[in-house]
């Protein structure tokens, strides 16, 4: 992290030393001797501490740590002395002229006594610098740290003999890989096998397992660690001798000899824990990777972008951290020693459930299970013990930690300050790539190289980490790429033990009276940290999240009085109505994102953040109106405004037609309502990828529609209109001329769909929403011919038949991958006919009541979701075996009641609850009301009163209510289906009983 900010202040300091070369400037030759001296010395310790972090990883030396501790805080200041007493100085590309900033300069200096303050300061500086390098000398730190020669045992170095006898979870794994090992069918088999994932998940253990079941199968077989430093010629020589190369050919021609060997065998060799391509290019060319016979490589790695490198993608296997199921079983078949066998008087209640605690912690990884199982081995088995342990977890340097730490030590150094950054998010956070990405560029992370933007340098980065399998993907968009992530709770621990070693963050709870840079807030209360301001006066970023908390102006001045603040996020309940004027004060400020209700206005000071690259505000909705300065603030990137509520609309400010100087020439983000916008604005902005408005008007509609995009890179158009507006898209709308334009979302009404030369040739995705169509979609929509994503939701469709022709023709859906139904209330029948969506691998269907039956050809891709607020989708086979127990259930109960027969009643009652908790596991919801009704029978059955016969009441439309007095279950068509069928079988048994009488 320290060089990252002594690189920004060796930058700042060159460009500020060659503008007072300049004539105009002799005057102020003597501040250019501080300032070059500040340059060469800024270089001289990044030099020194690039090398010395990573040997501190090795040695741990306490002096050296100290040393790289204080070099880092001074590195800070030197950076807040910079921009106290210089403007930011950014590439001479980007101003418009050189002169202008020299005479902004020669003002700031003209002034002696701000001249005067700056020499004392660098004075300073040049004193610490000297003491220092004095108690470096004094005390004899060096970076050297201790023995890092090649004799030094590696207690992670592995050996194929030593067998592991508690493997848990790992049975589908072997079977799946010695399939491909050794299958006779070119499909199934694999030449190289790329065992990838976290640290600790297993990846030795199962390559283990499944090298010793499979090397009696090959001619000869090897296994060698290589570990983060290898020696290649000691690797070579171990493979040759465990595959049985003569001694004589070894010693000279190592590699040659031993390809021409391996080349006539068939053998098995695992290369385990190789870290990066350049060590597997080297073994390669003695180990041939397609030899005469069928032979095997197995390859165990962290980074995903090794084990492609070898084997290509479909090697991959990928661990991912075991299930609580796996979990508990290996942990308590590791710490519970059978009572009998033992003295102790053992609590197993209390100490299971402080093992469940424990696991939370271990996140299912394995390595971590074990060690903490280890550990209570050696304690006693009482709640005491366990307890204290449990404390303990993820303090101090434990094995697990080290072993995790060895990932982020192989980062390189502009990698290791983006992956600590993960750690100031909330634990189980899911994190937005896009918003990560922009607090990377606020903080001086990520810079553009070249014609690559910011932001996609940030994605390169994301992606970079999430190879090394330091990162989960969480969502992807709908071209792949990542829109959230979440990062593991034992990484994350890792994330905030380096950062507070390093100083780079603090939570709040951990504040200390070293200078603190950041502080992240995670569910405190934020006054916690306005009363620790007189701690935190070098604050460069404050992070506020999940805050259900009010904040006050006075409060947001206290806030915002930290001059150095770059980054300012704030997540509370409720905002004062007006935002501080004193926001203009923050002259570094480049990210600033406040989320919580109440805020209305901005002031207009926020003109006086010229490093502004964010806006955001995503859930103000009674912000009315945006002062008109935002539109030539030229640093800005991203402006994001919330959704306005229907009381934002009482006030509009209509400065927007008055004549406003528009300049944002860097402006990728735009999400804002229409009355903030004067539709001919829209062409100011030719950088454009992303472009949300909120009820949108004729008149943006006619410039987005005109014969030349607003921009040539729009990539994502979302727009949103009232209902008032159904004739909107009838004449103007034509976005054709878009080739970037991939996805496209229309929430509003319409009398009917734009025809296909009038949309996005380049179309991918396509959202409409609201849009009460009465013609049937399909029949335009499945010209386009490169969508795969298609979504139909709320209401966008008022028809109850939906159907999509089939044929060769080239317009029926060609490309086709994934098809969403949402909330079409009216949607009784989907017809698709032979040859249609001949792709699609995915249909998704949301509460679509009326739905009861999908094309059987697409009932295995088919998931369903019923109306309610989870995630949870289930596969429709498994929708119909549930639909089918809760019908069943609930019809048992009907027939019981309109017996009168409460003793059979009574009986059958537990045996329903048992079934439903057995048959229904994939449906929290639907076990919940069956099970809530059989509630309420056996609530009447106590108070010995009949109540109301229950009954189905189905309705001309499909819907069905099952229930009577309190148990009223809504239920879907196709239960509809399966109950008829169950009342049938029903009035045949009522109807033998009437008979036997």
Known sequence: MAEIVLSAVIQKAADIAANLISEECTRLNWLQKDISWIETEMRRIQAFLKDADAKQDESESEGLANFVNDMRDLAYDVGDIMDTYFPKVVSQRRRKGFFGWLKFAACIFSDWYVAHNFSVEIEQIRERVKDINEARTTYGITENGGNTGSDTWNARRSYPHVEEPNVVGFEEHIDKLKAKLLGRDSHVQQNVISIVGMPGLGKTTLAKKIYNS?????????????????????????????????????????????????????????????????????????????????????????????????????????????????????????????????????????????????????????????????????????KQAWEGVLARMGKGQDECSKILALSYKDLPTDLKPCFLYFGVFPEDYEISAVELINLWAAEGFIQGRGEQEVEEVGEDYLNNLIARNLIQVARKKFDGRIKSCRIHDLLHELCIKVAEKRNFFNTLQNVTSNPVRRVTVHRSKIREHIALRFRTPKLHALLCFNNDDSICRKDLKSIIGVRFLRVLRIEVRLFPSSFPSEIGNLSDLSYLRLRGKGLEKLPRTISKLKYLLTLDFPFCRVLKFLPDVIWKMKQLRHICLGRLSCFGRVEQK???????????????????????????????????????????????????????????????????????????????????????????????PMNKLPS???????????????????????????????????????????????????????????????????????????????????????????????????????????????????????????????????????????????????????????????????????????????????????????RRSLPSSPHIITSTKGSCIVGGGYGGVVVTPLMVVVGREVEREISEIEERLRRQR
């Open 214 to 382: 499979v090397r009696h199968e090959f001619e000869c077989s090897a296994w060698v660690f290589v570990s983060q430093k290898p020696s290649i010629q000691e690797l070579l020589q171990d493979i040759a001798g465990q595959v049985g190369l003569e001694k004589e050919k070894r010693e000279e021609q190592l590699e040659a000899n031993l390809f021409n060997f391996l080349m006539q065998k068939r053998y098995v060799i695992v290369i385990d824990d190789i870290w990066d391509t350049p060590t597997w290019d080297a073994l390669s060319n003695g180990i041939p990777k397609n030899s005469e016979n069928p032979s095997r490589i197995i390859i165990t790695s962290r980074k995903t972008d090794v084990g492609i490198h070898i084997g290509g993608q479909s090697s991959l296997h990928t661990l991912q951290p075991m299930d609580s199921e796996n979990s508990k079983k290996l942990f308590f078949k590791l710490v519970m020693v059978p009572q009998e066998n033992t003295n102790e008087t053992i609590d197993r209640f209390q100490l299971e459930e402080l093992g469940e605690k424990m696991l939370h912690k271990c996140g299912g990884v394995p390595l971590a299970i074990v060690l903490t199982a280890g550990l209570l081995l050696l304690k006693e088995k009482t």
């Open 654 to 748: 209509m400065d927007r037609w008055y004549p406003i100087e528009i300049s944002l020439p860097n402006l990728q983000t735009l999400i804002v309502r229409s009355y903030d916008l004067n539709p001919i604005w829209l062409h100011k902005f030719t950088s454009l990828r992303k472009l949300h408005i909120w009820d949108s008007t004729e008149g943006i509609m006619k410039e987005l529609s005109g014969p030349m995009p607003v921009s040539e890179k729009l990539e994502k158009l979302q727009l949103q209109w009232f209902s008032s507006r159904a004739d909107l898209f009838d004449q103007t709308f034509n976005l054709f001329g878009y080739r970037n334009l991939s996805k496209l979302h229309l929430e509003g």
């Open 756 to 942: 296909p030369d009038k949309l996005p040739p380049n179309l991918t995705k396509l959202t409409l929403e609201e849009n009460y169509l009465e013609d049937e979609p399909m029949e335009t929509l499945k010209k386009l011919p490169k969508l795969k994503i298609l979504i139909l939701g709320l209401n966008s469709y008022k028809g109850t038949r939906m159907v999509c022709s089939g044929g060769l023709a080239d317009h029926n859906f060609i490309q086709l991958e994934e098809l969403v139904f949402d909330s079409l209330f009216w949607l009784e029948e989907l017809i698709v006919e032979e040859g249609g969506m001949p792709r699609l691998n995915k249909l998704r269907i949301r509460y679509c009541p009326m739905l009861a039956m999908v094309p059987e050809r697409f009932r295995s891709i088919t998931t369903w979701k019923k109306a309610d607020w989870t995630r949870q989708e289930i596969p429709w086979n498994d929708h119909v075996r549930i639909a089918s127990s809760v019908v069943a259930a609930i019809a048992t109960v009907h027939y019981c009641c309109r017996r009168s027969l409460l003793q059979p009643l009574s009986n059958h009652i537990g045996l329903l609850y048992r079934d439903i908790n057995e048959d229904i596991d994939s449906s929290g919801s639907n076990r919940r009301r069956a099970s809530n009704f059989i509630y309420n029978w056996r609530a009447y059955n106590r």
